[in-house]
């Protein structure tokens, strides 16, 4: 794809999404930990990948971004909803935005999908971003994704050396480096099932993985600063 080449890429651990079919290599690792010396006996599945982070060449966006990752690490409530604009929108449907709509929706009560907005923030502001005409996207695999493949059939594992077990604390079958798999069922206790390139099911841990229909949000400067525009899910 011609977004591979592009000279504006910034290779960032956890601004990945894949462009091509997932490849099964030979490599192996600990669950935890990748060792010295690799295990020939446990595949490395990898994909072609475009790494994105526009935002890191803003300098407003970035310092915006640093200071928010503050505020999420902190919860605090008070700094959060002040960079939210009046008009946020929160849902495709007609729930109410802005700075009250997004207190109702993931502050009082139970939140959506019962996830925490804290634990939400953090893993999207981290997953790199696009710049579209001053609007900036994170995380960028929502921006990017291709259209060949189905977003709500398929994630992407960012990182590297993510462990493919047979079930939830079980054997390790493969190690996950920047790649796309296909999804057998919605994520449940903490394990995304998916499918390997070989045919055999495994499951991953949700938090290493990313939906390109999962949450993200969009800002651009409003008022004088950066603000928060959307804050949405879903297609």
Do not use: K
Not at 140 to 167: E, G, K, Y
Request: net charge negative; glycine share 10%; with cysteine.
């Amino acid at each position: 794809m011609p977004l591979a080449t592009t000279p504006r890429v910034r290779r960032s651990p956890r601004a990945l999404l894949l462009t091509g079919a997932a490849s099964l290599a030979l490599g192996a690792c600990q669950p935890d930990a990748p060792p010295e010396t690799p295990a020939d006996d446990v595949p490395t599945v990898t994909g072609r990948l475009v790494l994105v982070d526009d935002g890191a060449d803003d300098p407003s966006f970035s310092a915006f971004r640093d200071s928010l990752r503050d505020v999420v690490a902190a919860r605090d409530t008070a700094a959060l909803l002040a960079v939210v604009a009046p008009g946020a929108r929160l849902s495709f449907g007609d729930e109410p935005g802005g700075p009250e709509g997004l207190r109702r929706m993931w502050l009082d009560g139970t939140p959506p999908d019962g996830r925490a907005l804290w634990d939400v923030l953090d893993r999207i502001l981290d997953g790199g971003s696009v710049d579209e005409d001053g609007a900036v996207t994170v995380p960028s695999v929502a921006a990017l994704w291709p259209n060949d493949l189905d977003p709500f059939a398929h994630v992407a594992v960012p990182s590297q050396d993510v462990p493919a077990l047979d079930a939830p604390g079980g054997t390790v079958l493969a190690r996950l480096t920047e790649t796309v798999l296909p999804i057998d069922a919605p994520a449940a206790d903490g394990w995304q099932p998916v499918r390997l390139p070989d045919g055999r099911a495994a499951v991953v841990a949700e938090r290493e993985t990313m939906s390109p229909v999962g949450y993200r949000a969009t800002f651009w400067v409003d008022g004088g600063g950066w603000r928060l525009q959307s804050f949405l899910s879903g297609d």
